[in-house]
């Protein structure tokens, strides 16, 4: 696990959050290095600088005496970033922070991206600095070289007239982007039929092309009751598994949590009637105890390149300090991850509501 980093004569320390047992999961990689060296070359005092995809904050640690804007796609990230700025005492203001829907300081000089998993989360963020960025400016994306692929070549050069791609340097990678091509209009919103419904989703989004199988399975055995009349739907993505309760109108209040700002946002398009509440949030610490009388979710398990179920099962402790007495957690998974396991350790009762050869429904109490 890599956690200090010399640069510039000084050591920083840059740790993950959340926090993993896993060893072998590091805080940042030689992409990440190896930006910092083309950043190097580039920079004067006053540059203007945006980062996108620093997910733990190394970037934004090392780029500090810029005052950068840092493009936060998830509360886990922003978390992380603010924690490590922090603990190496360095300063900064929350104003640095944007959504990818904000707009940004006039005249950026230089983007800094780590290229995301979703091609179309990176055209996402290539619209929003294109936007801005000075005729002059430059963006630079980072990437390991086995997560090549020749989409992100496609995409930048809708962007720009010059897209080049330096040496490889410990199994890594730099494009650099200049030239911004005159700006046409960009889609950022997919849009998904299911069921008579119409759901958006900005690009990005988890399951751009149709609603996830998992969650389909889900509704097609979803059983809300009439008296359970609090629900939460975590992890709620664009919002489809609140959406099925919504339109069944027992409920009174229907809660969704997403640690991604674009899923929250999406589902704000998707559901629009009763007693809503949105929460842009990695944990559950926005709930009290005993709150809910029932949580579904179709839970998280891998976060870009990384498969880890530790997320999931920190949720789920949540889970059952948030449910009533009486309350249930219902959730789907794939059978191959065999959450059976980590769930009978938390709750009095669980069963089995319907299962196939791909994906199980649990229903904890
Ligand atoms: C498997 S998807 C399910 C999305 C949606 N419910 C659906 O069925 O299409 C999991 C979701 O978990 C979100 N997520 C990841 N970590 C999270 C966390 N700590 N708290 C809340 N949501 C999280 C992801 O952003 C993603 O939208």
């Known amino acids: 696990m890599n956690i200090e980093f010399s640069f510039k004569n000084k050591e920083y320390k840059i740790e993950r959050y959340p926090k993993t047992e896993n060893r072998s999961l590091k805080s940042w990689n030689a992409a990440d290095e190896l930006l910092l060296q083309h950043v190097e070359e580039l920079v004067l005092g006053n540059t203007s600088i945006a980062i996108y995809n620093d ?23 922003e978390k992380a970033i603010q924690k490590n700025l922090n603990a190496n005492k360095l300063d900064f203001i929350t104003m ?33 600095i294109a ?15 086995k997560y090549f692929t020749p989409q992100m070549l496609d995409i930048a050069n809708e962007f720009f007239e010059e897209v080049e791609q330096s040496k490889a340097w410990k199994k890594s990678r730099v494009i650099i982007l200049q030239k911004k091509k005159k700006q046409k209009e960009h889609s950022i919103i997919n849009s998904i039929s299911f069921q008579g419904e119409i759901f958006q989703q900005y690009f990005g989004v988890f399951s751009a092309k ?32 609140a959406k099925m309760v919504e339109l069944k109108q027992y409920a009174s209040e229907i809660h969704l949590m997403d640690d991604s700002y674009l899923a929250i946002e999406s589902s704000k398009l998707n559901l629009n009637s009763g007693n809503l509440f949105f929460h ?86």
């Open 210 to 241: 149709n609603i996830d199988y998992a969650s389909q399975f889900f509704i097609e055995n979803l059983n809300i009751k009439e008296n359970e009349k609090r629900v939460l739907d975590l992890a709620s993505g664009n919002g489809v598994l």
């Open 280 to 365: 842009f949030s990695d944990s559950m610490d926005v709930f009290k105890n005993d709150f809910f009388d029932v949580v579904i979710s179709n839970p998280p398990f891998h976060f870009e390149f990384e498969t880890n179920i530790e997320v999931a099962l920190e949720l789920f402790r949540e889970v059952k300090r948030c449910l009533k007495e009486e309350g249930r957690f219902l959730l789907v998974a794939s059978q191959h991850l065999n959450f059976k396991t980590h769930l009978i350790k938390l709750f009095q009762e669980v069963n089995i509501i319907s299962e196939n050869d791909k994906f199980v429904i649990y229903e904890c109490k």
């Open 131 to 145: 936007a801005t960025l000075d005729e002059e400016g430059i963006v630079l994306g980072g990437f390991m070289t």
């Open 55 to 77: 997910r733990f904050g190394f970037l934004s640690t090392m780029l500090n005496e810029f005052s950068p804007s840092i493009i936060i796609n998830y509360k886990s990230q």
């Open 96 to 128: 640095q922070f944007r959504t990818p829907l904000d707009s940004l300081p006039k005249g950026i000089d230089l983007g800094v991206f780590k290229i995301p998993k979703s091609m179309e989360l990176f055209r996402l963020q290539l619209a929003q």
